[in-house]
């Protein structure tokens, strides 16, 4: 899979690849990120990218320009399966979107800021609008972060069989049940019995007895259909 990010922030998206399950997946050939600074794409002496919104108003606007040259000089090597802008009134994020998107090669990301971008960027090119939640962060680079992250440790051969994706909450609809390590008593806390019963069979039920009651007690809308 290769991912491409457009940003007018690319520091912050340096860190959140460059480590553990993210790096390898890179180093593996597994996944590719690449970040794009809008700034030199900006217009005049001082690249401007972002101007007032018509009708008035505070807070700045992306630019057509900018955005549509740099979207257009990279469909120019390839196809992209979605242009995804992430966006606080975008669909929110759920496991089942993240499956589907892990199967596709190429996917084109666009970070917002300011008060956004201009609305015919988003009915021309964007094809997919994405959210991580009710909450408004400062621009759309940790949500990308986010989206990266959830697709590349979904991609064949980047998890162990020790981490597998299956077994993770929301995976199979349920939240995950409890885990435990050594050591089997800490201060007089007890790991539970039957994970020390070496019977695979009542243990495979007991976990599934907890995942359903945590689901039940945290998350009952997920149980719904
Ligand atoms: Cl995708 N962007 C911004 N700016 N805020 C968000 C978000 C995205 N998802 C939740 N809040």
Same mark, same amino acid.
């Given at each position: 899979?290769?991912?491409?990010?457009?940003?007018?922030?690319?520091?912050?998206?340096?860190?959140?690849?460059?480590?553990?399950?993210?790096?390898?997946?890179?180093?593996?050939?597994?996944?590719?990120?690449?970040?794009?600074?809008?700034?030199?794409?900006?217009?005049?002496?001082?690249?401007?990218?972002?101007?007032?919104?018509? *009708? *008035?108003?505070?807070?700045?606007?992306?630019?057509?320009?900018?955005?549509?040259?740099l979207t257009e000089e990279l469909q120019a090597e390839r196809t992209y399966?979605?242009i995804?802008?992430?966006?606080?009134?975008?669909?929110?994020?759920?496991?089942?979107?993240?499956?589907?998107?892990?199967?596709?090669?190429?996917?084109l990301?666009?970070?917002?800021?300011?008060?956004?971008?201009?609305?015919?960027?988003?009915?021309?090119f964007?094809?997919?609008?994405?959210?991580?939640?009710?909450?408004?962060?400062?621009?759309?680079?940790?949500?990308?972060?986010?989206?990266?992250?959830?697709? *590349?440790?979904?991609?064949?051969?980047?998890? *162990?069989?020790?981490?597998?994706?299956?077994?993770?909450?929301?995976?199979?609809?349920?939240?995950?049940?409890?885990?435990?390590?050594?050591?089997?008593?800490?201060?007089?806390?007890?790991?539970?019995?039957?994970?020390?019963?070496?019977?695979?069979?009542?243990?495979?039920?007991?976990?599934?007895?907890?995942?359903?009651?945590?689901?039940?007690?945290?998350?009952?809308?997920?149980?719904?259909?």
């Open positions: 899979m290769r991912i491409d990010i457009i940003t007018v922030q690319p520091q912050l998206l340096e860190g959140p690849f460059s480590h553990s399950i993210m790096k390898r997946a890179q180093d593996k050939g597994l996944l590719e990120v690449h970040v794009h600074d809008l700034r030199p794409y900006g217009t005049g002496k001082y690249k401007q990218i972002d101007d007032y919104a018509f *009708g *008035g108003g505070a807070g700045m606007v992306m630019q057509m320009e900018p955005l549509v040259t399966d979605e995804i802008y992430l966006t606080p009134d975008g669909e929110q994020l759920a496991q089942s979107r993240c499956n589907g998107l892990s199967l596709r090669q190429n996917l990301m666009v970070c917002g800021h300011y008060k956004g971008i201009d609305q015919r960027y988003r009915d021309h964007v094809t997919l609008e994405i959210s991580i939640g009710d909450y408004v962060l400062s621009g759309g680079e940790l949500a990308a972060a986010v989206l990266v992250d959830s697709l *590349g440790r979904l991609l064949p051969g980047v998890l *162990g069989d020790e981490t597998s994706a299956l077994t993770d909450s929301f995976q199979d609809g349920l939240l995950a049940p409890p885990v435990y390590t050594r050591p089997k008593s800490y201060r007089g806390w007890e790991v539970p019995d039957i994970l020390l019963s070496g019977h695979e069979a009542k243990i495979e039920q007991w976990r599934y007895d907890q995942a359903m009651e945590r689901t039940k007690t945290r998350r009952p809308d997920l149980l719904e259909d």
